[in-house]
């Protein structure tokens, strides 16, 4: 499982004009990508990973100061671009099998109290944010 996440001072997706998720006070923006060989465990060390990295304020966690996460399915994280100029998703999971486990990050996250807004799986989605530091980190579990 890859994730990009990123600090952001305000966040929100938006699929077909309206605004699905977000959040307006520092949190995180976390996009994440399966694949094949993903299962339950690389979701609960994901979202363990998103709730607890200190890459907050005052080097904190999402969890220890009650931050937003806005998570958004995204298998274009696992495009291989080694040869010529069409990418390869090869090792992108497909549909049934990535969404319940992007569905397991976003539970966990929950079932540690946070705040999670998501997107739409499968949608064309429009992503807006602040990324505040700017502080990007890419998470392979």
Not at 90 to 102: D, T, Y
């Amino acid at each position: 499982m890859r994730t990009v996440l990123q600090r952001a001072s305000s966040a929100s997706v938006t699929v077909d004009g309206q605004v699905v998720g977000g959040f307006d006070r520092p949190g995180l923006v976390a996009l994440v990508g399966v694949t094949h060989d993903d299962g339950p465990e690389q979701a609960a060390t994901t979202a363990r990973k998103i709730a607890e990295l200190r890459i907050l304020d005052g080097e904190r966690g999402a969890a220890d100061v009650g931050a937003p996460v806005l998570v958004i399915s995204q298998f274009t994280l696992y495009a291989d671009t080694r040869k010529g100029r069409r990418p390869s998703w090869n090792a992108a999971a497909p549909g049934p099998v990535a969404e319940p486990l992007v569905d397991a990050v976003v539970r966990a996250l929950r079932e540690r109290g946070l705040e999670v807004a998501t997107g739409v799986f499968g949608a064309h989605m429009d992503v807006a944010l602040v990324n505040s530091g700017p502080v990007t980190i890419v998470l392979d579990v």
